[in-house]
Every structure is written in C-alpha cells, then in structure tokens.
C-alpha cells in the first residue's frame, strides 16, 4: 500500500525556473514517474532540476515543486483519457514523431526508469511487457558510435506511434499494482465525472483539481 502523503499546495505564479529540465524532458520525467510503482516523492522529486538551487533558496524551490506539480497534474488528467485520447509530450495529433523531440522526452523517462531499475528489470525480462521497454531503445544515446541498419528512421517512426498506447498500459499497471481504483476506473471507462475524486490520489474532486489545469 502506498502511504507517501502529497505534497501541499503551493500557490506561487508559475514562471518557469531556468535550472529545471527543459519542458519536454520534464514531460518524459514525470510520465516516467507516473508510470513507475510505489515511488515515494523524496525519490524523484530532486531529479526536475538539471542545476539543484542551494537550500537556503525556499522561494525558488517552492516555485519550481508548484511549476512541476501543475505539469505532473496535466499529465495525470491527459493519461485520465485513456487510448486513443493520451498524448505525450512529444506527440502531434495526425504528425509523425519528430525523432529529435521523442530522444528528449525518452532521455526524461530514461532518468525515470533508473529510480526503479528492479522494477523496470522485470518489466524488460517479463515476455508479456518486454516489448514496451524495446519501444524506447532507438531513441537512447548509449554514447557509442554504432551502424545502424537501413531501415532504422523506419522503425522509430513506428515506435513513436506506438509509445502512447504502451506508455497507457504502463499507467494501468502501474495503478493496479498501486490499488489506486479511481484513476484506473476513470482510464478504463475513458470518462471522468467532475464530481468524481480525481485520479491523481490528492483526493479531492476533479474539478476543484486536474481539470482545472
């Protein structure tokens, strides 16, 4: 059971902090963290900034936990639609995947999965899940050269347009596993009411949270 408590609601004007990660490789990062299990916030929470602000700086870090907070919300409400309707960061409805931009967003969620690696371990050597995590591998830099086959851009063209589907399957795992039943009942039926509680777990309405992102 998973007992780790919100973090409060910090109202501060959400102007971007410049130490964070780059939106796009935030969007990766937070997907990453919403799709792997029993995450406790102190784990992931110092990995959203690529320069960490000295301690003493209160202001900048409550400011950059309400920038993150707000995006990890939008996430949790767009994963709330289940497939077809989930798009992540790197996504245009009815474009191809733009290689470069799903390499950032997969270097976000790369940082993610390593919070968890026994997880993700299984995840990769479990037959049924295995293909999920091959989704991602012509997207990572490994840092060595290497030839790659002719069809190569063929393929991560296909990988791209599979990642949003995987990745709403991967949320739906990771919730049952979680025993988070709004948030999977919401993704199953594809609709959420606005007086229903909402599926991020801060128990309050969803319309008085994520929908209001």
Not at 69 to 82: P, S, Y
Request: hydrophobic residues 40%.
């Amino acid at each position: 059971m998973n007992t780790e408590t919100p973090p409060p609601a910090i109202q501060l004007p959400l102007v971007r902090d410049p130490g964070l990660l780059p939106v796009l490789e935030m969007d990766g990062y937070l997907t990453g963290v919403l799709v792997t299990p029993h995450l406790e916030t102190s784990q992931w929470i110092m990995g959203l900034w690529r320069d960490l602000p000295v301690t003493a700086d209160n202001t900048r870090i409550k400011q950059g936990l309400a920038t993150a907070m707000a995006h990890r919300k939008t996430i949790e409400a767009n994963f709330a639609k289940g497939w077809p309707g989930f798009l992540p960061g790197f996504c245009k409805p009815g474009e191809k995947g733009n290689h470069d931009k799903v390499r950032t967003w997969v270097r976000g969620f790369w940082s993610a999965m390593k919070l968890a690696p026994n997880y993700w371990t299984t995840i990769a050597e479990d037959e049924r899940t295995a293909t999920f995590v091959a989704l991602f591998t012509g997207f990572m830099d490994i840092g060595e050269p290497f030839e790659e086959r002719e069809d190569a851009d063929e393929i991560r063209d296909e990988h791209a347009a599979l990642l949003p589907r995987a990745l709403v399957g991967m949320r739906k795992l990771a919730l049952m596993r979680e025993d988070k039943k709004p948030a999977l009942r919401a993704m199953q039926t594809g609709k959420l009411g606005r007086n229903e509680q909402c599926p991020c777990g801060s128990g309050k309405k969803y319309k008085r949270c994520c929908v209001a992102i």
